[in-house]
């Protein structure tokens, strides 16, 4: 007689306990000194020019006789009294030589000035950059890696149903401090890796006119990207943990066999997707990716959301 056990899943809280920790590190450390960085600097209150005021703060520019940019009403207004025309494009146009010597301040300073912001967010990178390859991270993902693993020996003993009881405690396959270690050195990587493109897109930027907008656009761009990839390692970590503890549990009750279980849902992969429902050994599992080849048990691949259940025997039962 066959037993199938009850599944032992891995929680969306999991990857989210993981993330909250990785993402309170990076606004700490990596973002708040960016976005220092990125401050406005002060207006002179004494400046009583509309398109002084704009070109210092960078929401307009001028370049090869053409302002761009965002105008309202005032500063359109005082760009006419100047002598410039509106363009069908929606740029005002006028030649270096109309330019009034308060103008041509105002644009030499917003020069200075972009040359100086897009600089100091390279400082500012190569300073993090520095910290964090030197740095223990300190995260607490050791503490985050137990709270999971004591949610899994819940989920196991739940799963168990009272049909038969654990020989002995089910233990700790994963080592919560080792894998910190490897999450810290994980996290540090992708940091670093980070930092380095956003050097580069900055350095591109300034080559291509250094407009403070798009300095602003590249930075906010650049963040958005690196929190997507932390969470994606995070459902990593996550993943690790999950899955060695349903082996070791596996291993434990000396259960041979297990039946692949997708989550039945539009986001199932097709080549799992036809594994579902199917019996598997542990050590001859089936091929998760068409692609590669490679073969493995549930949630041995990346972003995979299947779990298996585990059957048990008489034989094993009585062992």
């Known amino acids: 007689m066959k037993t199938l056990l009850g599944p032992i899943l891995h929680r969306d809280e999991y990857t989210r306990w993981i993330e909250r920790e990785a993402n309170g590190w990076l606004d700490e450390a990596v973002f708040a000194p960016l976005d220092a960085a990125m401050e406005d600097e002060r207006l002179n209150e004494n400046d009583n020019s509309f398109v002084a005021a704009a070109l210092i703060a960078g929401t307009i520019w001028y370049a090869a006789g053409v302002f761009g940019g965002e105008f309202d009403s005032k500063i359109s207004r005082e760009l006419r009294m100047f002598g410039a025309t509106l363009a069908a494009d929606g740029t005002f146009r006028l030649p270096d030589w109309k330019l009034?010597?308060?103008?041509?301040?105002?644009?030499a300073y917003a020069s200075h000035r972009s040359r100086y912001a897009h600089g100091g967010v390279v400082t500012i990178a190569d300073t993090i950059l520095d910290n964090v390859k030197k740095a223990v991270l300190g995260?607490?993902?050791?503490?985050?890696?137990?709270?999971?693993l004591s949610d899994l020996e819940?989920?196991?003993?739940?799963?168990l149903d009272h049909r038969?009881?654990?020989?002995v405690a089910i233990g700790k396959p994963v080592s919560s401090a080792a894998q910190?270690?490897?999450?810290?050195d994980r996290l540090k990587k992708i940091t670093a890796d980070a930092l380095e493109d956003l050097k580069k897109k900055v350095a591109d930027n300034l080559a291509d006119g250094g407009r403070p907008d798009k300095l602003k656009a590249i930075v906010a761009a650049w963040k958005t990207k690196l929190r997507s990839r932390i969470a994606t390692e995070a459902e990593h970590q996550a993943a690790i943990v999950v899955t060695a503890h349903r082996r070791e549990l596996a291993r434990r009750l000396g259960i041979s066999e297990y039946i692949w279980q997708t989550m039945e849902d539009s986001k199932v992969?097709?080549?799992?997707?036809?594994?579902?429902?199917?019996?598997?050994?542990?050590?001859?599992?089936?091929?998760?990716?068409?692609?590669?080849?490679?073969?493995?048990?549930?949630?041995?691949?990346?972003?995979?959301?299947?779990?298996?259940?585990?059957?048990?025997?008489?034989a094993e039962r009585a062992a």
Do not use: M, Y
């Open 100 to 107: 009034t010597i308060p103008l041509r301040s105002a644009i």
């Open 180 to 184: 910190e270690r490897e999450f810290d």
């Open 154 to 159: 819940i989920q196991s003993r739940l799963a």
């Open 164 to 167: 038969t009881e654990l020989p």
């Open 139 to 148: 995260i607490g993902a050791a503490l985050i890696f137990l709270r999971i």
């Open 269 to 314: 992969r097709k080549c799992h997707r036809l594994l579902n429902g199917k019996t598997f050994n542990w050590d001859n599992p089936p091929v998760i990716d068409d692609r590669t080849g490679f073969r493995g048990n549930p949630g041995d691949s990346a972003n995979c959301r299947c779990h298996p259940r585990l059957i048990l025997t008489e």
